[in-house]
């Protein structure tokens, strides 16, 4: 899904997108002459890779989140929230995209790790 930034209005409109079987959703507005806010959720089940012992797993998520989407070159001290658009164009599956890999680059462990104790040594 795209919509040009311009095109988009102070008033809230909800967005449903569907991305590797995880649903993003939330509200899209204005929030001044070059920059669109996009809010929401992202739910459902990801593979991720355990970061102790390399096991594929799923795991159920609810993520929220906030994106700033500017039609400008990004300022140097701009957060990492903040994604420059210079075509204009807000692209509503890279953002769930980028959202989403950047979930799956934190630290995860998997079920069977978590439970283990760090400080405990098996000799
Ligand atoms: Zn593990």
């Known amino acids: 899904m795209q919509i040009l930034l311009r095109k988009i209005h102070e008033s809230k409109n909800d967005f449903s997108i569907e991305k590797n079987g995880l649903v993003c959703r939330g509200k899209f ?3 001044g002459k070059h920059s ?3 809010e929401g959720t992202i739910e459902g089940d990801v593979s991720l890779h355990c970061d102790r012992c390399g096991e594929a797993f ?4 609810a993520e929220p989140f906030r994106i700033e989407v500017v ?8 957060s990492l929230d903040v994604i420059e658009c210079l075509d204009g164009i807000v692209d509503f599956d890279m953002i769930c995209e980028s959202e989403i890999a950047s979930i ?3 630290y995860h462990l998997c079920p069977e790790c978590e439970g283990k104790n760090d ?3 098996e000799f």
């Open 36 to 38: 669109v806010i996009v």
């Open 29 to 31: 507005w204005r929030s």
């Open 119 to 121: 400080f405990e040594m």
């Open 104 to 106: 799956q680059s934190e």
């Open 58 to 61: 799923t795991k159920h998520i």
């Open 71 to 78: 039609d400008r070159p990004l300022k140097v001290d701009e």
